[in-house]
């Protein structure tokens, strides 16, 4: 069973989140509920000129803290089934906060809520998650086992 900071471990060692700078800001396993930070980067933006988000990193942000949200009540990671975003404003030039909040705990399938802000509360997106609680979780037994203990792959070559 995973706690708070082995979820901690999986957000932040993914090299899709380390490559967009995502962060477990805190976390609730009892209420399941995460937040997530994003530092603003003009890389995640469609216009760095202009600094606004691309649709697509707050799209990755709801299905994180979404599945995030449910994981933390399973104990174990949830892949996500399905999951639908409202954008609502578009965020430039500012750090975005995804706050996960899990809505129902199935046997089959968890349900997540998910608000997309900034520091000052001004609400971007928000969307709804469907997360798996039965699926394995392909990514774990694929190599990334290292997420769960803190200890970095070893180097692999090929013959």
Known sequence: MLDVDAFRRIVETAAFHQ???LKL??????????VLRLPYSPALSIFPDAGVYH????????????????????GRPTP??????????SPAKID?????????AGKALSVADVEISDDKGEVYAVGRGTFSTTASFKAISAGAASALTGNPPTARTEN
Not at 27 to 34: F, I, S, T
Not at 65 to 74: E, N, S
Not at 96 to 104: C, D, E, H, Q
């Open 19 to 21: 490559f967009i700078g």
């Open 25 to 34: 800001d805190r976390a609730d396993d009892v209420a399941g509920l995460v």
């Open 80 to 89: 996500t089934a399905n999951f639908r975003v409202d954008f609502l404003k």
């Open 55 to 74: 649709g697509g990193v707050i799209a990755a942000l709801i299905d994180v803290a979404g599945a995030v949200a449910c994981g933390l009540k399973t």
């Open 96 to 104: 975005l906060i995804a706050t996960g909040r899990l809505v129902r």
